[in-house]
């Protein structure tokens, strides 16, 4: 996956003190025939520059149809104030591993507390953040590790188990929720024509549909063109009504989640603040509200300055 190749001038990525690893996260079992030795996670980690004083790590989580390809207007940004950037590509996605399952929100967020604690050495407490699907992601991480999590911040996602999800998840507007549901149909329909149908997503979600180029479109294209890399995509979806479930009997059985959270969207996307605040009310005692002028639904990409200052502030607080 080519990050900076071919982008030139004011488009040109910083990606000078990236480095891009591939760790096991897990096993696969032993009677199952696989190239890989078990589930290998592909992430991004960018630390701050040595003269920067650290003030801990930042971990991006991204959502459908994007992969850490998504944030790359922003590693370097939110590293230069200090931070210790991780950006995976989740289980399924980008470089990483596509298994046929382990698609609900916990075993994907223990993929990445795996890959946070064993692999980078992690023992601080971190600030998680999370897009979309990686929203799902951000808010099970936050609820099964909130001893390993300073703050979480997600947004521009329907929480599975919420009024707000099961309201949402038969509109037009989501109509890929029911889509993407079905079995083994929605990969035929697609296949060949990932190009036409992600290019459609970005569109129809966009405020700013420029902000996710020609470039751009030929990065994720190529990602999603990859066997096995669309089918893991709708499995991602297929398991939203069992994320409900596990998101209902967390809260049920643990109460609220202390870790603080931020709900972050575009201003011009979805939700608004009386709906995006009634998501977290049932599952963070202490939450706030915030926007991204001028943004639609992909914030890190139509308006990535705007997403490093809302997101440096939050993780500032502590």
Not at 6 to 17: C, E, F, M, P, Y
Not at 55 to 78: E, S
Request: hydrophobic share 35%; aromatic share 10%.
């Amino acid at each position: 996956m080519s990050l900076s190749g071919g982008l030139t001038g004011a488009n040109k990525i910083d990606d000078s003190r990236w480095v891009h690893q591939r760790v096991q996260v897990e096993d696969f079992p032993s009677t199952l025939p696989a190239v890989e030795p078990g589930l290998m996670i592909h992430y991004i980690s960018c630390p701050p520059p040595p003269s920067t004083e650290s003030k801990g790590t930042i971990l991006l989580i991204h959502g459908f149809p994007q992969t850490a390809y998504q944030f790359r207007r922003v590693i370097t940004p939110l590293s230069d104030k200090g931070y210790h950037v991780i950006v995976p590509d989740y289980r399924g996605a980008g470089e990483s591993s596509k298994p046929n399952d382990g698609y609900t929100k916990d075993v994907m967020a223990r993929d990445l507390h795996r890959l946070i604690t064993e692999h980078e050495g992690i023992k601080d407490k971190i600030h998680v953040v999370g897009h979309d699907i990686g929203g799902m992601v951000a808010h099970a991480y936050a609820t099964q590790f909130p001893s390993s999590t300073a703050s979480v911040c997600w947004g521009e996602c329907p929480l599975p188990g919420t009024k707000m999800y099961h309201e949402a998840k038969n509109t037009t507007m989501m109509w890929h929720f029911t889509f993407h549901s079905v079995l083994d149909l929605p990969e035929l329909l697609v296949a060949g024509k990932e190009r036409i149908y992600l290019k459609h997503f970005y569109d129809r979600l966009a405020q700013n549909p420029s902000a996710i180029s020609t470039h751009d479109l030929d990065v994720y294209t190529t990602a999603f063109a990859q066997p096995g890399a669309m089918r893991a995509g709708m499995n991602v979806y297929r398991a939203f009504e069992a994320d409900g479930v596990m998101n209902e009997k967390w809260a049920a059985e643990q109460g609220k989640c202390g870790v603080r959270c931020l709900s972050l969207w575009g201003a011009k996307s979805f939700a608004d603040e009386q709906k995006a605040s009634s998501m977290c009310e049932g599952y963070y005692s202490d939450f706030c509200f915030d926007t991204v002028e001028g943004s639609g639904h992909w914030i890190a990409e139509e308006r990535p300055t705007d997403f490093v200052e809302k997101v440096a502030k939050w993780v500032a607080k502590g």
